[in-house]
């Protein structure tokens, strides 16, 4: 295999055989072939695209690059799910110890914030001493005893993918269809799960922007995990206002807690019993919606998700006294409420404008590198279509710098927008998509 030959034929927008794709990507992940070409055949992917079984075969040899998480010992279904990424979606935190407790294990490996998008990860890290650097062999134990467990990617799961990912990064080729759907398809499964259901995300706070985008995408990964043999289902979602009422690390967990104690926001409950749902019927634990709906309805009222996320936490290296006691969490130094400028229905919270004043305040991060502020952020967000009096507050910043809340403010409270008359809100879940062959 001659790289330059392979990068000319995608330009020319030809197929690529899956030797070539599979001699490329393992050059690449070994060193022998330089970052300028790769770079050069992932802009040829960007503008020509890939067919179904080029991308099916970049997933393979993307995922076979590092070890496969061996959970053959927890003997119990397993099931995954993973967001796209948007502003305030703290779903797996709740979800992952709420399936946990319904006799199947949830081994998820999350990713952290980038770009406006928050990160399971930081969330997580805000509570002191939580560990996500678990080796495999201990994400297994956790796994073992408390049916649920949160890690990060290992150095030596989909490697090439972790290198492919920085390289996209600063290269423009990020928001491309098969490159995105390989990169979290090969991480996904590697991980030892039996089933995933993607929650793809659509809208301003998304990466896709459009509903299109976002359906081809969710098609394109439910049709190559289903190839692999895996249970699969895709959500599409919105993600033009946040999810939840609270967006940064700290205060995020707050709002799990909430939910958890069985007083979370409509639409993150709402969502969690849904995708939750799902994932009971791939598994067979559930074979009716409205059943499976039930069962996690009375789970958590029952409080017993929360006493799993607590084990969950305690095991990973967590102080679970800062879930008990929320005041206990990192919070930050100032506070300013920001008022309505007049009466009226709230008609949009533009998920981008408060993801974006949220990496203002510390919360997200630009480059890879950053670190974040895990106290800082957005609390008490107001809905589309609540009724709002004039003075009243739309939401609270959380910040640890007069100039980073200045900025801040600047762009957060042109996020809202108001009507006189009560506007449609939006469909919070638009689609469910299953592979084309059933199951
Ligand atoms: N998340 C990933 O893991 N990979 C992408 O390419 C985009 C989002």
Known sequence: MVPQWVIEKKRDGQALPADDIRAFMDGYT????????????????????????EVATLTDVMMRSGDLVDTSRVPLPKVDKHSTGGIGDKVSLVLAPLIACCDVAVPMISGRGLGITGGTLDKLESIPGYRTNLSADNFVDVLARCGCAIIGQTATLAPADKKLYALRDVTGTVPSIPLISASIMSKKLAEGTDALVLDVKWGQGAFMKSLDQARELARTMVEIGARMGKGMTALLTDMNQPLGRTAGNALEIVE???????????????????????????TGREPDHARALARLRGVLDSGAAFERFLSMVTLQGGDPRVLEDVTRLPSASLRRDVSAPRSGYVAGVDAERIGRACVVLGAGRVKVEDLVDHAVGISGLVKIGEHVTKGQPLFTLHANAENRLAEALALAREAVTFADSAPTPPTLIVDVIHPAGGR
Request: hydrophobic residues 45%; without cysteine; glycine residues 10%.
């Open 256 to 282: 799990t807690v909430a939910a958890l104690q069985g007083h979370g926001p409509d639409d993150l409950v709402t969502l969690t019993l849904e995708t939750g749902a799902h994932m009971l019927r791939l």
């Open 30 to 53: 070994r060193g022998t072939i330089p970052d300028y070409q790769m770079a050069a055949l992932a802009m040829a992917i960007y503008f020509r695209g890939m067919t179904f079984d």
